[in-house]
């Protein structure tokens, strides 16, 4: 599993409240992804970090931010949270050596 | 942009049939192409991976997949499924850049007893 731990695993929130979700990893990955899972949509990236304060935007990006102030942790927050952000929140990362993306076990968010 | 076409959203096979499923992508350079599997509730774990070489790659659990570049597919391929084989299967390439995933919408598969 590549050390990838998320947090929290499953949330609900109501429209309007700012929310943050975690991605830790332990093995020391420069790159970092954020990616939402819909039904009928695949897995779309949202942002993704290649080192510390490092950040750039995927293909669904908005109404999202991200943070990376440490190797380990990469931030999203949902800065208003709307009922189209009710989702399941994947993070991964790439092993340069082998160029591989490993994921974490995910994040359901519920926005009411 | 490049994209990723999965044409087959649900597929039901009965086990020890053979399974093909399809993907196309839409770029014209390099590309490194995957495939992930899903099991219930899981997260994605790597099936098999194509960068250069033989176009046909063995990936974990008996999968096959052939890359086909005039035909710009990558499809997979079992040759007897299993139940335990029910899984969403989600084709994905990589054309340089931020190492980034551009991912197909996935095909659910249901393998009956």
């Known amino acids: 599993d590549a050390g990838i731990t998320q947090s929290p695993r499953h949330k609900v929130t109501e429209t309007g409240t700012p929310v943050t979700l975690r991605c830790h990893q332990t093995?020391?990955?420069?790159?970092m992804y954020w990616y939402r899972q819909d039904p009928g949509h695949g897995l779309r990236l949202i942002h993704y970090?290649?080192?510390?304060?490092?950040?750039d935007k995927g293909e669904v990006s908005d109404g999202y931010s991200v943070s990376r102030s440490k190797t380990e942790d990469f931030l999203l927050t949902l800065e208003s949270a709307t009922s189209s952000q009710t989702s399941v929140y994947f993070c991964?990362?790439?092993?340069?050596?082998?160029?591989?993306?490993?994921f974490g076990p995910g994040t359901r968010l519920t926005v009411t | 942009a490049q994209s990723v076409s999965q044409h087959n959203h649900h597929v039901i096979l009965s086990e020890a049939a053979s399974l093909e499923l399809g993907c196309n992508y839409s770029?014209?350079?390099?590309?490194?192409l995957f495939w992930y599997v899903q099991y219930p509730g899981q997260h994605l774990q790597l099936l098999l991976k194509?960068?250069?070489?033989?176009?046909l790659v063995k990936g974990i659990k008996g999968f096959e997949a052939e890359f086909i570049k005039s035909k710009f597919s990558f499809n997979l391929r079992k040759p007897s499924v299993q139940w335990s084989d029910t899984a969403e299967y989600f084709c994905?390439?990589?054309?340089?850049?931020?190492?980034?995933?551009?991912f197909g919408t996935g095909t659910q598969l249901k393998v009956e007893l």
């Open positions: 991964a990362i790439v092993d340069l050596a082998q160029r591989e993306q490993y």
């Open positions: 093995e020391n990955h420069r790159y």
């Open positions: 970090s290649y080192g510390v304060k490092d950040t």
């Open positions: 770029y014209g350079g390099t590309v490194n």
């Open positions: 194509y960068f250069s070489g033989d176009p």
């Open positions: 994905a390439v990589n054309t340089g850049g931020g190492n980034k995933l551009t």
